[in-house]
């Protein structure tokens, strides 16, 4: 194994075991050099970056860890995806023994440190939405007394993950944990009335949702229906918003130029209708920070200073970033006929 990290922050880690969770989802359980430790501990609910190298292409993916960091393994969970190239082969060729660069963890959906330690924890999973949430799940049951509640969607019982996994943790914490498993096959999609039922009175605790688009929507939307404050609740998204089809300012005028400062750089660009500011960037040869792609870790941040720009996600900055002009490069379009964006 490489001694060294590479430029851009990526370190080889060892796939010390493959474990095969349903017929298209599978673990990594990955050795960290001792060298880079320090930079590999995480908080339960974050996500690794991972890069491999696919029929010549050096490809980026995010997959959240599985693990908690209470475990002495780091493990993440990565379901296959029809049209995933990584995730594809991922599933059919990682092997015991093999090198997965991964850089360091990163993420927003973690578990809060100001709050009472015995405050509800209500998750609801969808699909591999679970991967982050079985970390959260994990480290709550194992640092604190709250009770948890997890209410987990698939489309049938095959595809579950971490069935096995799951019982045994309430054997374990028969009076703490309560899952509640959904099967679209049975009922349906689910409901605003199945989440509603998980919340607690007043909207107590911290909630936290992953899983697909559709199912997220519904229980974000339920969730704040039913007095649950939007700071309590935590959404972690991995799939990439559409692009709108064009967007314009209050004049009516589409923008038409990008500046960019970053690392002493000071680019101007004309502006590609339906690019974020990161792919501007890029189209200039700029090396922009970015990891998820997908509003979630809020590495690719940056402030505005003339101009304007939408979010399609924020999962990541907080009003305050926002009000001074921060956003999510990944995640922005120009809303005004120039934008100034510089990264600090």
């Known amino acids: 194994m490489a001694e060294e990290t590479t430029a851009d922050g990526f370190a080889p880690l060892l796939i010390r075991r493959v474990v095969r969770e349903t017929s298209d989802a599978v673990s990594l359980v990955l050795d960290v050099p001792e060298h880079c430790s320090h930079r590999f501990r995480y908080q339960a609910g974050q996500f690794l970056t991972v890069r491999v190298s696919v029929d010549g292409r050096n490809l980026r993916r ?32 990682a092997t015991e023994g093999d090198e997965l660069h991964a850089a360091p963890p990163e993420g927003k959906f973690v578990l809060p440190e100001d709050v009472s330690a015995c405050e509800p924890l209500v998750a609801f999973a969808g699909g591999s939405g679970i991967t982050p949430i079985m970390s959260l799940v994990r480290t709550a049951l194992c640092e604190s007394e709250r009770p948890v509640r997890l209410f987990y969607a698939n489309r049938c019982r095959d595809s579950v993950i971490f069935s096995r996994p799951l019982a045994h943790l309430v054997e374990q914490h028969p009076h703490r944990l309560t899952v509640e498993h959904h099967y679209d096959e049975d009922g349906g999609v689910v409901t605003a009335s199945e989440v509603t039922s998980l919340v607690a009175p007043n909207g107590a605790g911290h909630y936290y949702v992953c899983g697909p688009a559709a199912f997220m929507d519904t229980v974000e939307a339920a969730l704040l229906q039913s007095a649950v404050p939007k700071q309590r609740l935590h959404l972690e998204r991995f799939t990439i918003a559409g692009v709108p089809p064009g967007v314009a300012d209050d004049t009516g005028e589409a923008c038409e130029e990008i500046v960019i400062e970053l690392d002493r750089q000071k680019v101007t660009a004309a502006y590609r209708q339906g690019e974020t500011l990161l792919q501007t960037a890029r189209q200039k040869g700029l090396k922009a920070p970015s990891s998820c792609e997908t509003g979630s870790c809020g590495t690719c941040m940056a402030r505005i200073v003339e101009g304007s720009a939408q979010m399609r996600i924020n999962d990541a900055l907080d009003d305050d970033e926002v009000e001074g002009g921060w956003v999510l490069t990944c995640q922005s379009l120009p809303t005004s006929r120039k934008v100034h964006v510089v990264y600090e």
């Open 62 to 93: 995010c997959y959240s860890m599985s693990s908690a960091p209470v475990e002495e393994e780091l493990r993440i969970t990565v379901k296959r995806d029809p049209g995933g190239v990584v995730s594809n082969w991922i599933n059919d060729t």
